[in-house]
């Protein structure tokens, strides 16, 4: 299985692509890379597209097949900074209640454009939660099936109004996500299909 | 692979939270140290990023094909990878996790892993510097652009000039009445402010009417008073102070020189002050170091000085601590010398005058001086002067410059004891500088034109004092500098006379000529250094006022006292009782001493100034006789040449203490005489002067060193013989000294010493407790005593801060000095002198203790610096407080210095021997004088390390031949064993000198504390037991201490030997007597010679006091600053206690 690539070590910096014994094509910069565990960690382009972030790859080059350093790196890697132990088990407590919490919605038979408008509104308004199907924000705003903007009821003032908003923004992120992933979806087909 | 059970699960899961805790803290290792982690653990950066990650949702491929979603929780050190709420993710892209599908943790295994997609990560999120540039801007959002930068436009207004009127509008913030207006106008806001301030004051009425014009006159003077008085210049000073920091303190002035003959360094200031001159090179030297400290405060004190030297020094001593305290002791003390030291040191430096005419100039021109100094103590030992000539240049400048300079730096650089050391050495180079000076001033004291000399001194003094006070700033650490220098200079100009003189009597002549003509140079200097610290001729004026005061008013008594009284009626008290300290040790300490002396003396003085002119005859006369006496000190060096160096050194001694007298006496004509007998001296000398001036020329510290350690033990013998003998010291001397020489290290030294010594010693003594009743032989030998007293001190001082080398010489030379002193003091004079040395000594509080103590502190600088103290207000104060820590520093600065000074005041005395003699009641002036001159030597001894050394062992031996002698029969020991000491020194070039005036300085001391010791001893024995032991433990500690205590204990042990030889010899009735009680109370030798020391010393306190109602009171405080002290010391007692119980065995 593994297929050492053209050397046993990889530079930090380096520009690495390879492929994975699932058919799975990664290219990133490498970050880390563990000789012992043959561990490789790529920093890739994000998923999402936003500038400050990254898509991290881990991988096992035991399982990998077909790597190729573009290009190779002979500077000095760049310090490492010290990390913030309480916020990374803090961030990794609150992911877990998040989908735990989603989980509990999902049993719950909401769709998952339910779902995801939850999620969506949650990460604005934190007061929002399941009652059956409904998301209920606030106390004041309820959101039913199908969950459109016309779903949105309550009270006439801002925070109806400010759901409307988040939910229209929502969809609207939705549509552009959808038409992203259908293109993502297309290169993944050709790619494989190459 | 996949399926693991939750039980699995679990036990992983505790497994992966240890690994949590394992990573945090190996992230946190890693940063530090790279600790041998095992696996992933190990990669730094892989640790990091996967911890970076750590709380991100991810989707880890397994090598089956199968997804699973979770929460990156956490990673083990084979790479296992737990996630959190994971679930295996379905084929259905859209649907999300059911409940039941969620696992709590999973664990993989590394080698189950394929890949693992960590998406949309930030990896700055748990970065900790959120706050760094790169932080920040890796957190922006949106885009950012780089802003185009557009100019600036401020309007037409401010288009041009409008920020360079900001930088150039002087105007401190807005005008009040702008304010005034601004608020009103724009806020309508109306003040109420009145200029007039009715509402706190109301204003004055002027009128004619007489009352209201005496209540002007009275203000006006009030005023006056109160911007005349050195305090508030000093604080003016301060104020007004424009050098920066750096200027003040740090930054190093180097000023051109015109000469720098010396070749040595000189300080910039100093160079200029004294061109060429090796003198003066040795007075920059201590400039120098006075610059060091003082360079700050000489800048300050420079404006002020003009106005007020003495206030300016101690305004830039207020900068510097040591310098003020300095400053003011040396002034304070200075006047009293001068006062004293005019009349009398005048005319016994007549001879030399010649040349001290060119150390007015000195100062400003030091190297003048110096030369004038050298000159002076060339003419002044004339005899000396081949070997002054040759010896003295070579010799004093080198040794004595930069011992002194040294020293000085190293003192001033103590602080406190930097100021001792300053005023020593200020009031060294004062009277270095005072010959030439003296011309000028001379002028004022110009009847003592030969006494310019002794004028020059205790002006120098007086002119540090004055110039650190008057003089201030510049002038002050000029003048200190110069003085110092010049001082030194002086003193190794004397001192280099005494080694030229090399011949221990020779040198002891020269040096006791040098201690004359430094005084009066000192007191001539203090005027001319005044001037020279306000201007180098000009300052002659300001500094005159305060100088004048004392000298041009009237003798050198009636200046010293004056300026005692008038300008340091504290500090006078302070200056008497540091007088005798300073006297011993310093220059400086004369003024005190000799104001307390010179009263008490100045009636003799003057009578013998009266008979100066007889003095002179007879001391030339009496040469013969005299030197026996102060003769003695030459006699005896003649007699034995090999040990001429102790006789020379007692001779020297007795010479200086003459000298010192004669010059305060104002013996003119007695300085010619001096001289004569000096030459004669000199002449007897020279031949071995010449080798022991080159001795003490190259080798000047070590040789004396050994010498010195010879001394002591003579010293150690001699008190024994003057306390049980008196006169009989001699044979019992003898004996003493070898006890000495076993207690001080330098048996060898010692005995050839204490041999001679002894007969010279014995001579001395005997002429010397005579000679106070008796001018003539007697009186030399009075003299002798008290300067021997003040060398011892100066010796003392100087053993205690010397090391053990120089503590052993010093023990020898104090010897020696003892035992002549010993026997004069138990004699005659033992009363009198007594009476002198509390005024003197027990001013300072140390001083009176010290009498002892701060002889045997040699204290010269620390007896300086705290007489000083104590002599001015000040330093009473300041002096008490800083006195332990100072007295370490000092004490050692203190040695050198003394040494140094004792050189000088070798030649003084030489001059004085046959002033010395009619002075009898001079002795405790010779005293004074002598511990002037020990204060000068100090002064001295720092800038000649060598001499400084050897003065410093001398000043040890002194010191602790003071801290023997400091018991009365302690102190007659020590007095004893300075001589020897000086004779010791005097083998060498430098070291002799300095051996020698430290002897005769210590010799000063022990005799004026053996006298103090013998009334003392009758009226507190307990007392000064317990100062003594204070007193000596500190001088011990203060100066080197293990030196110290290797001295102390010498001395110690060699006044106790001689304690018990002297309860043994009935010698000296009186002396014996207190001896006994002091042997008897002490007990122990090495114990009581602490005690004892202590015990006279309080013993001359309450003299002291009790003559002196100021004396009393500071003494008091000194009492209480001498008690800490001693505690402080007290340790120092039980090392030196320790070395003291080798010394007895060696006995």
């Not at chain 2, 020297?652 to 305060?664: L, N």
């Not at chain 2, 430098?990 to 013998?1014: C, K, N, T």
């Not at chain 2, 000596?1032 to 204990?1049: D, K």
Request: aromatic share 6%; hydrophobic share 30%.
């Amino acid at each position: 299985m593994a297929t050492p690539g053209p050397g046993e070590y990889f530079s930090i910096g380096s520009h690495v692509s390879c492929l994975t014994c699932l058919g799975q094509r990664l290219q990133g910069e490498v970050i880390a890379f563990d000789y012992q565990t043959k561990m490789l960690t790529l920093k890739c382009t994000p998923s999402s597209g936003k500038p400050n972030l990254s898509d991290v790859v881990l991988v096992n080059l035991a399982y990998v097949s077909d790597v190729d350093v573009i290009t190779d790196c002979t500077g000095t890697p760049p310090p490492l900074a010290s990390l913030n132990f309480n916020k990374l088990t803090n961030r990794a407590r609150a992911e877990k209640e998040d989908k735990l919490s989603q989980a509990y919605a999902i049993s719950a038979g909401v769709s998952p454009e339910g779902q995801q408008l939850f999620q969506t509104i949650h990460k604005t308004i934190k007061e929002c939660k399941w009652q059956e199907k409904n998301i209920v924000v606030m106390d004041d705003v309820v959101i039913t099936p199908p969950y459109r903007v016309d779903n949105c009821r309550g009270k006439e003032g801002s925070a109806l109004g400010h759901v409307r908003k988040i939910v229209e923004k929502h969809l609207r992120d939705l549509e552009s996500q959808k038409s992203v992933q259908r293109a993502q979806q297309t290169q993944k087909d050709s790619a494989l299909s190459a | 692979m996949l399926s693991i059970t939750s039980h699995q699960c679990i036990t992983r899961w505790a497994v992966k939270t240890k690994s949590i805790l394992l990573i945090t803290t190996l992230l946190d290792l890693f940063s530090a140290s790279q600790v041998a982690f095992s696996g992933v653990y190990a990669n730094m950066r892989m640790v990091h990023i996967l911890t970076s990650v750590v709380g991100t949702k991810c989707e880890l491929n397994v090598k089956n094909g199968v997804i699973y979603e979770g929460v990156f929780k956490t990673y083990g050190p084979e790479c296992d990878l737990v996630l959190d709420a994971a679930h295996r993710k379905s084929p259905e892209p859209s649907m999300g996790p059911r409940r039941e599908d969620i696992v709590e943790s999973i664990i993989f295994k590394s080698s189950d892993v394929v890949v693992v997609h960590f998406k949309d990560v930030d990896l700055n999120y748990a970065k900790k510097d959120n706050f760094t540039d790169s932080a920040v801007s890796a957190r922006l959002n949106g885009e950012h652009k780089e802003k185009d930068l557009e100019p600036w436009d401020g309007g037409d207004q401010h288009a041009s000039g409008s920020l360079e009127s900001l930088d150039t509008d002087l105007s401190n913030g807005w005008d009040p009445d702008d304010m005034f207006k601004y608020n009103e106008e724009t806020y309508g806001v109306k003040s109420t402010y009145d200029s007039s301030l009715s509402s706190y004051t109301v204003p004055l009425e002027r009128d004619n009417s007489e009352e209201f014009l005496k209540r002007e006159a009275r203000a006006a003077q009030l005023a006056e008073e109160i911007e005349a008085s050195a305090a508030y210049k000093a604080r003016v000073a301060l104020e007004n102070d424009e050098r920066s920091e750096e200027e003040k303190y740090t930054a190093v002035v180097r000023e051109t020189h015109t000469l720098s003959r010396e070749h040595k360094y000189i300080p910039p200031s100093q160079r200029n002050r004294e061109p060429g001159l090796s003198w003066g090179t040795g007075r920059q030297n201590s400039p120098r170091l006075v610059q060091c400290n003082p360079g700050p405060p000489a800048p300050r004190a420079g404006p002020h000085d003009y106005n007020i030297p003495g206030v300016d020094q101690r305004i830039v001593n207020g900068g510097a601590h040591p310098w003020p305290s300095r400053c003011p002791s040396p002034s304070s003390r200075p006047p009293s010398r001068y006062q004293s030291g005019p009349t009398t040191s005048l005319p016994p430096r007549a001879a030399t005058p010649t040349r001290p005419p060119f150390r007015p100039p000195s100062r400003p021109l030091r190297p003048p001086s110096h030369p004038s100094t050298h000159g002076s103590p060339a003419p002044l030992s004339t005899v000396p002067k081949h070997l002054s000539l040759e010896g003295p240049p070579r010799m004093s400048p080198k040794s004595q410059r930069t011992p002194r300079t040294h020293r000085v730096a190293s003192c001033r650089g103590g602080g406190a004891s930097g100021a001792d050391f300053m005023s020593q050495g200020a009031s060294v180079e004062v009277s270095t500088p005072v010959p030439a000076r003296s011309s000028p001033s001379g002028g004022t004291w110009s009847s003592v034109v030969s006494g310019g000399e002794l004028s020059h001194r205790p002006r120098s003094p007086r002119q540090n004092s004055m110039g650190g006070t008057a003089s201030g700033p510049s002038l002050s650490s000029p003048q200190a500098g110069s003085v110092t220098a010049d001082s030194v200079n002086m003193s190794t100009t004397v001192t280099s006379p005494t080694t030229a003189s090399p011949a221990p009597i020779v040198a002891a002549i020269p040096l006791v000529e040098a201690k004359e003509s430094r005084i009066q140079e000192t007191r001539q200097n203090s005027p001319s250094s005044n001037k020279e610290n306000m201007k180098p001729m000009e300052s002659s004026p300001s500094i005159n006022r305060p100088v004048s005061k004392g000298l041009p008013s009237i003798a050198p008594d009636h200046r010293k006292q004056i300026d005692n009284l008038k300008k340091f009626s504290v500090d006078f008290r302070l200056q008497p009782s540091s007088n005798p300290d300073p006297v011993f040790e310093t220059t400086v300490t004369k003024p005190p001493r000799d104001s307390g002396e010179k009263p008490k003396e100045q009636p003799k003085d003057k009578n013998t100034d009266l008979t100066g002119p007889k003095v002179c005859s007879e001391s030339p006369s009496s040469d013969e006789p005299v030197t026996a006496v102060a003769a003695a000190p030459a006699g005896s060096k003649p007699n034995t040449p090999s040990p001429s160096p102790s006789a020379s050194a007692l001779s020297a001694q007795p010479e200086q203490k003459r000298g010192p007298d004669v010059t305060s006496q104002g013996v003119q004509t007695s300085l010619p005489a001096a001289k004569s007998d000096k030459d004669d001296k000199e002449e007897k000398k020279d031949p071995v002067p010449e080798s022991i001036k080159k001795s003490t020329l190259n080798p000047n510290a070590k040789e004396f060193n050994p010498r010195a350690f010879c001394t002591p033990p003579k010293p150690a013998t001699t008190p024994t013989l003057p306390r049980p003998q008196g006169q009989p010291s001699p044979s019992i001397v003898v004996q003493q000294p070898p006890a000495m020489y076993g207690q001080t290290m330098c048996f060898p030294q010692m005995y050839p010493l204490t041999p001679v010594s002894p007969g010279v010693q014995v001579i001395p003594h005997m002429t010397v407790s005579q000679s106070k009743p008796y001018r003539p032989v007697p009186n030399m030998p009075q003299q002798r005593p008290d300067q021997h007293h003040p060398p011892g001190t100066s010796t003392m001082m100087h053993p205690a801060t010397a090391a053990g080398p120089p503590i052993v010489a010093p023990s020898p030379a104090y010897s020696t000095q003892y035992f002549t002193c010993s026997p004069q003091q138990f004699a005659s004079q033992p009363l009198v002198q007594q009476m002198p040395h509390y005024q003197s000594q027990a001013q300072h509080v140390f001083s009176p203790v010290l009498q002892g103590s701060a002889r045997m502190i040699t204290p010269p600088t620390h007896g300086q610096p705290s007489l000083v103290s104590s002599s001015t207000t000040q330093y009473g104060e300041q002096t008490h407080t800083m006195y332990a820590a100072y007295v370490e520093s000092t004490t050692p600065s203190f040695f050198s210095a003394p040494i140094p000074q004792q050189y000088p005041h070798p030649s003084a005395t030489l001059h004085p021997h046959p002033q010395h003699p009619q002075p009898s009641a001079t002795p405790t002036g010779q005293a004074q004088q002598g511990a002037q001159h020990g204060g000068s030597h100090a002064a001295p001894s720092p800038v000649q390390h060598p001499q400084h050394q050897v003065a410093a062992a001398a000043a040890a031996a002194a010191a602790q031949a003071l801290h023997l002698g400091n018991p009365p029969q302690q102190q007659m020991y020590t007095a004893l064993a300075p001589t020897p000491p000086s004779m010791t020194p005097g083998p060498n070039p430098q070291s002799p000198q300095a051996s020698f005036p430290s002897a005769q300085q210590a010799v000063y001391i022990h005799a004026p504390q053996v006298q103090h010791g013998y009334n003392p001893n009758h009226m507190a024995h307990v007392q000064q037991a317990h100062m003594q032991s204070g007193m000596v433990p500190a001088h011990h500690g203060t100066p080197s201490h293990p030196p110290v205590m290797l001295m102390a204990t010498q001395p110690t042990a060699g006044p106790q030997p001689p304690l018990p030889q002297g309860t043994l010899n009935p010698i000296p009735v009186s002396s014996t007597t207190h001896f006994s009680y002091m042997t008897h109370p002490q007990g122990k030798a090495s114990m009581f010679s602490p005690d004892a020391v202590s015990c006279t010393e309080l013993n001359t306190l309450k003299p002291y006091s009790r003559q002196t109602l100021f004396d009393n009171t500071i003494t008091f405080t000194k009492n209480c600053s001498f008690a800490l002290v001693l505690f402080v010391l007290f340790q120092y007692h039980l090392i030196s206690s320790s070395c003291r119980g080798v010394l007895a065995s060696y006995n």
